[in-house]
């Protein structure tokens, strides 16, 4: 039996998840709908086909929402519902788990050579939130490739070193490659936004940082990590600190109302890199700045080996190159952008200081 393992702990969650949330029939009638129509559904057309009233089938979609087994769309005044292809794909059965039969690659190990945007977004969502889950829960979390070996990967603990009184919680759902709180030298007064807030720890900091005179976002898109950060909010009694609901690409901010950005080995999960520092340039103030850790590749590398040395460190949509993270900033308007590699993630891969100025 030494040679038989069964699946990691936090793929199994994540299947766990998928599992409970068709634990009905109601919703499994949905998912068969939306699978079968072959294209996106709105609340009207799905209880038109459905047995129950509005309110029963928007719960139900609540929830498989929640799980990202269904994704919601809007399109003009209208929100639609489709299959979430990457689940379908990585969902295996009941039976499959049971007997051993071989699973289908789980969603972290997904990259851009061989998914779309919006599977890889689901991917990441479902990656963390499950993590996020697990962190509610009181176990240890890290992310990377559970077989590489474990200087391969460094989203994980980032060992800041000023955390003595923050909520445990947020202290153990810290993922990250580095401190950018550190990084942005943040000033008391200031405006911060962290891009994919996490479990908030950045946020925290941060808030700390800028003083009672300032104030900190966290952005994130998963509702598990946004309920897991609002708890460690309310556990340190921070008061100017905001959690808000978005996607990186489309920052919900209006124009010029940042003094600075930070964000903690989250710019890499991103399948539109170019959106992400338009979006950063676009809310910032003249002036505001930059501070950010993530995970880059030695521009020798060729995409391909990008993206699966990238995945083995955690990177889902693979790691961007130096010249690539540069370009694009850039291109996005930025100027006295400086980046220096910190410490190795993998062959060819390391994490790194990016900094720069909205001019």
């Not at 699946?7 to 709908?33: C, E, M, N, P």
């Not at 289908?104 to 996020?132: K, N, Q, W």
Request: glycine share 10%; proline share 6%; hydrophobic share 45%.
């Amino acid at each position: 039996m030494n040679d038989v393992e069964p699946l990691d702990r936090q793929t199994a969650d994540t299947y766990a998840a998928w599992f409970k949330a068709l634990a009905d029939g109601t919703r499994v009638q949905i998912v068969s709908l939306l699978a079968r129509a072959g294209r996106p559904l709105t609340v009207k057309e799905i209880v038109a086909a459905m047995p129950v009233g509005q309110s029963t089938v928007s719960e139900h979609l609540r929830q498989l929402a929640a799980v990202r087994f269904v994704l919601a769309e809007d399109r003009g005044t209208s929100r639609l519902y489709r299959i979430n292809d990457a689940c379908v794909t990585c969902f295996p059965t009941a039976a499959d788990l049971v007997m051993g039969k071989p699973s289908p690659v789980p969603p972290r190990r997904m990259t851009m050579v061989s998914a779309g945007r919006d599977e890889i977004r689901a991917a990441v969502a479902a990656r963390y939130a499950g993590l996020a889950r697990a962190a509610q829960a009181g176990q240890a979390i890290s992310d990377g490739d559970p077989d590489a070996s474990p200087d391969a990967g460094c989203c994980s603990d980032p060992g800041y070193p000023d955390t003595g009184d923050l909520p445990e919680a947020a202290v153990r759902a810290s993922l990250g490659c580095g401190n950018p709180v550190a990084v942005a030298d943040l000033r008391p007064g200031e405006t911060v936004l962290d891009l994919g807030s996490g479990g908030g720890i950045d946020v925290l900091l941060s808030a700390r940082r800028v003083g009672p005179a300032g104030k900190a976002y966290g952005l994130d898109m998963i509702e598990e990590m946004l309920d897991l950060a609002r708890a460690n909010a309310r556990a340190a009694g921070a008061g100017n600190v905001e959690f808000l609901r978005g996607q990186i690409e489309a920052i919900p901010l209006p124009d010029g109302s940042v003094d600075v950005i930070i964000s903690n080995c989250v710019i890499n999960l991103s399948t539109d890199r170019p959106a992400v520092f338009a979006e950063s340039f676009r809310v910032l103030r003249p002036g505001g700045r930059l501070g950010i850790s993530d995970i880059l590749a030695e521009d020798r590398l060729t995409a391909a080996e990008r993206a699966e040395r990238g995945a083995q460190a955690g990177c889902i949509a693979g790691a961007p190159s130096f010249a690539e993270y540069r370009g694009g900033l850039a291109r996005a308007g930025f100027t006295s952008i400086t980046i220096a590699p910190a410490q190795q993630a993998g062959d060819g891969v390391h994490s790194a200081i990016i900094r720069a100025v909205k001019p």
